[in-house]
């Protein structure tokens, strides 16, 4: 198990099947969802590059790619945010209609405030 910036792995939060409904709900690409992966096994971005066979840089587009289509703006947003899709809040929150934004007649689920949701602020 490797480490990574938050101090854990979040490997062990996700199976196969978890991964397979986020993947649908979010739309993500068979690559998208390998670098969400190795995300979530704490590796950096030059560690997916190596493992993925691919550049770094690519790494950092899909990961862009990624924030854009959960709709959020760094890792512990991205990750707060397939969770609640793994746990069915992100649906829920989509069918309230309090949590959406409309994109070129896309839902997109609104930005995670991750200051908020971590406890932890920016200064």
Do not use: Y
């Not at 990574?4 to 099947?17: E, I, W």
């Not at 190795?38 to 950096?44: D, N, P, S, V």
């Not at 512990?76 to 899709?85: A, D, E, S, T």
Request: charged content about 25%.
């Amino acid at each position: 198990m490797e480490i990574n910036a938050f101090g854990t792995s979040f490997d062990g939060l996700m199976n196969a099947q978890h991964w397979s409904h986020v993947a649908i709900a979010a739309h993500l690409s068979p690559r998208e969802q390998s670098v969400c992966q190795q995300l979530f096994q704490g590796k950096t971005r030059q560690q997916i590059a190596m493992d993925l066979r691919i550049s770094p840089r690519t790494v950092r587009q899909h990961l862009e790619t990624i924030h854009g289509k959960l709709g959020v703006t760094n890792r512990v947003g991205l990750v707060l945010r397939i969770i609640q899709i793994r746990d069915g809040l992100d649906r829920h929150e989509r069918l309230a209609g309090s949590d959406e934004v409309h994109r070129n007649g896309r839902q997109v689920p609104q930005r995670i405030d991750t200051e908020a949701a971590t406890g932890r602020t920016g200064k």
